[in-house]
T-cell receptor
Framework: NAGVTQTPKFRVLKTGQSMTLLCAQD?????MYWYRQDPGMGLRLIHY???????AKGEVPDGYNVSRLKKQNFLLGLESAAPSQTSVYFC???????????????FGDGTRLSIL | SQKIEQNSEALNIQEGKTATLTCNYT??????LQWYRQDPGRGPVFLLL?????KEKRKERLKVTFDTTLKQSLFHITASQPADSATYLC?????????????FGKGTKLSVKP
């Protein structure tokens, strides 16, 4: 039982390049989230999904896109990477019980992304 | 403006003492608060959840309080150990907020010295 797995763990990109970060969870969770964590800023929500085939914007969605084609996977895409997107990216998932939240989030160990 | 603040960026205490971490919020109406632990290079790990109608929650050496009048949650670690050294994050979900969306504080880095 791996929980939440993020790939890759590290990546260096050049400005303008594109890439996709993959998050996989094996807990059959409905909800999945992408955050970025920057020094002095805390965790900020980029996009989230409340179920397969649905996504929504979080606090800082600009420059990112997401897809949830399968319940267990949540992909975060950077179409044209910018230095301001240098950060640590965390994926998380949680249960939905009857559509209610109030559930802990389970996090992966992050992807460290540098944009040069 | 809306804010969630963890008052200390860093807290240093001696082993065996009680660590008390503070989380204050402004212009939010939380349905509940959660506390997480984060070790360097790792993702946050859930510790405790407390609902707005609960005053206190305990789990082993951990205790969380929630005062909606003061707009504050306190997180206590009793009989602290060097292994408790980590960054602790508080997070809240608002009434009427999007499903499961948490708003995180910036964290308090706790160091427990032997």
């Amino acid at each position: 039982n791996a929980g939440v797995t993020q790939t890759p763990k590290f990546r260096v990109l050049k400005t303008g390049q594109s890439m996709t970060l993959l998050c996989a969870q094996d807990m059959n969770h409905e909800y999945m989230y992408w955050y970025r964590q920057d020094p002095g800023m805390g965790l900020r929500l980029i996009h989230y999904s409340v179920g397969e085939g649905t996504t929504a914007k979080g606090e800082v969605p600009d420059g990112y896109n997401v897809s949830r084609l399968k319940k267990q996977n949540f992909l975060l895409g950077l179409e044209s990477a910018a230095p301001s997107q240098t950060s640590v990216y965390f994926c998380a998932s949680s249960y939905s019980i009857g559509g209610n939240s109030n559930q802990p989030q389970h996090f992966g160990d992050g992807t460290r992304l540098s944009i040069l | 403006s809306q804010k969630i603040e963890q008052n200390s960026e860093a807290l240093n205490i001696q082993e065996g003492k009680t660590a008390t971490l503070t989380c204050n919020y402004t212009n939010y109406s939380p349905a509940y608060l959660q506390w997480y632990r984060q070790d360097p290079g790792r993702g946050p790990v859930f510790l405790l959840l407390i609902r707005e109608n609960e005053k206190e929650k305990r789990k082993e050496r951990l205790k969380v309080t929630f005062d909606t009048t003061l707009k504050q949650s306190l997180f206590h670690i009793t009989a602290s150990q060097p292994a408790d050294s980590a960054t602790y994050l508080c997070a809240l979900e608002e009434h009427g907020g999007s499903q499961g969306n948490l708003i995180f504080g910036k964290g308090t880095k706790l160091s427990v010295k032997p």
